[in-house]
């Protein structure tokens, strides 16, 4: 079973971001940079729209630079 969005986000703080999973990079992308780069969006909701397309952080990332809209659309998954 896949963790939750604040079950991750708890795993990646303990592991630090350089020896993190990807999914714990993308939890902590959500929580902290994700709406300085694409504004009113909900960090779960990316995140667990983000999973089910199987997208990963890096992924994530360069679609918030690229397309910011695409990034709110993983909201409505």
Same mark, same amino acid.
């Given at each position: 079973? *896949? #963790?939750? %969005?604040? &079950?991750?986000?708890?795993?990646? +703080? #303990?592991?630090? *971001?350089?020896?993190?999973?990807? /999914? &714990?990079?993308?939890?902590? %992308? @959500?929580?902290?940079?994700?709406?300085?780069? @694409?504004?009113?969006?909900? !960090? +779960? $909701?990316?995140?667990?729209? /983000?999973? +089910?397309?199987?997208?990963? /952080?890096?992924?994530?990332?360069?679609?918030? +630079?690229?397309? !910011?809209? *695409?990034? *709110?659309? $993983?909201?409505?998954?």
């Amino acid at each position: 079973m *896949a #963790k939750t %969005f604040e &079950e991750t986000l708890v795993s990646a +703080k #303990k592991t630090g *971001a350089s020896r993190c999973s990807d /999914a &714990e990079l993308l939890a902590l %992308f @959500c929580n902290t940079s994700l709406q300085i780069l @694409c504004g009113a969006v909900s !960090p +779960k $909701l990316v995140f667990e729209g /983000a999973q +089910k397309k199987g997208l990963s /952080a890096k992924e994530v990332l360069q679609m918030a +630079k690229d397309n !910011p809209q *695409a990034v *709110a659309d $993983l909201m409505w998954l």
